[in-house]
């Protein structure tokens, strides 16, 4: 498995609080990747990054910010949670763009809005 | 806008039947496909990809899937299925110059 470390695996929050996801990797790879899993709407993507401080939105990126100081961190920031944004967020790497390359994936995090 | 349209939300087959899990989506240009496969409490993986060649792709554990440019299809297909191929299965299509777009997912359960 590529070397993806997402932090943290579960966390509960109430509505209106910020709340900073954070995705790490081993791998080196120029893109990153921010996708929510939600039953019947499968994965939509948040933002990406093509490279450090580079970083552009995706389908469903109200709300959301991201940010990219470093290669191997990717940061997604709620800003302030609302219980729409309860989900199972999955970081992606992968080592050329989506359309040449396959992503890896990162073992989720659970976010509960309450 | 570009969509993926996965057709069969929950399939139930008993072991050794055969598969055949449905991918259309509706872009008209050049596109890159793959499937994904999420199994229980796990991350994404990959399964097949087709970027051009040959467009019956082979994929890992026996999968495999066609693509049909005139139908806009990458049917994911498998002869025999087995307990261990309960999972979630995504098809995802990425156009050029343009994001990955993935469908909504086939559950798919295998009776033992």
């Known amino acids: 498995d590529a070397g993806i470390t997402q932090s943290p695996r579960h966390k509960v929050t109430e509505t209106g609080t910020p709340v900073t996801l954070r995705c790490h990797q081993t791998e080196n790879h120029r893109y990153m990747y921010w996708y929510r899993q939600d039953p019947g709407h499968g994965l939509r993507l948040i933002h990406y990054s093509y490279g450090v401080k580079d970083t552009d939105k995706g389908e469903v990126s109200d709300g959301y910010s991201v940010s990219r100081s470093k290669t191997e961190d990717f940061l997604l920031t709620l800003e302030s949670a609302t219980s729409s944004q309860t989900s199972v967020y999955f970081c992606a790497i992968s080592e050329r763009a989506a359309n040449n390359s396959p992503l890896h994936f990162g073992n989720g995090t659970r976010l509960t809005v309450t | 806008a570009q969509s993926v349209s996965q057709h069969n939300h929950h399939v139930i087959l008993s072991e050794a039947a055969s598969l055949e899990l449905g991918c259309n989506y509706s872009?008209?240009?050049?596109?890159?496909l793959f499937w994904y496969v999420q199994y229980p409490g796990q991350h994404l993986q990959l399964l097949l990809k087709?970027?051009?060649?040959?467009?019956l792709v082979k994929g890992i554990k026996g999968f495999e899937a066609e693509f049909i440019k005139s139908k806009f299809s990458f049917n994911l297909r498998k002869p025999s299925v087995q307990w261990s191929d309960t999972a979630e299965y995504f098809c995802?299509?990425?156009?050029?110059?343009?994001?990955?777009?993935f469908g909504q997912g086939t559950e798919l359960s295998v009776k033992p």
């Open positions: 872009y008209g240009g050049t596109v890159n």
């Open positions: 087709y970027f051009s060649g040959d467009p």
């Open positions: 995802a299509v990425h156009n050029q110059g343009g994001k990955l777009i």
